[in-house]
Nanobody
Framework: QVQLTESGGGLVQAGGSLRLSCAAS????????IGWFRQAPGKGRDFVASLSWSGGNTYYADSVKGRFAISVDNARNTMYLQMNNLKPEDTAVYLC?????WGKGTQVTVSS
């Protein structure tokens, strides 16, 4: 079964950029939609961005539209989330998702 592992999180000042990676091991991403979610302390898991594996269509939460970009490198079986102009409210654990599979998450902290 495919396993997902996130990386690239860290501490960034407001206005900075960060690129998260989600590597799929033990196989490739499924034919279902893949994407990113985030969960802030004490809050629920929110949708961030997703893409269609077959069609390449992308979708974004209103809060990140224009600042974040989702992409995938098929040769490396890796999905990315480019985050620009980061804001303190972006602080959360970011998790990658492949239909019914989830990674453990990577912490993103944005200081003001």
């Amino acid at each position: 079964q495919v396993q997902l592992t996130e990386s690239g999180g860290g501490l960034v000042q407001a206005g900075g950029s960060l690129r998260l990676s989600c590597a799929a091991s033990g196989g490739t991403f499924s034919s279902y939609g893949i994407g990113w979610f985030r969960q802030a302390p004490g809050k629920g898991r929110d949708f961030v961005a997703s893409l269609s594996w077959s069609g390449g269509n992308t979708y974004y939460a209103d809060s990140v539209k224009g600042r974040f970009a989702i992409s995938v490198d098929n040769a490396r079986n890796t999905m990315y989330l480019q985050m620009n102009n980061l804001k303190p409210e972006d602080t959360a654990v970011y998790l990658c998702n492949d239909h019914n599979l989830w990674g453990k998450g990577t912490q993103v902290t944005v200081s003001s």
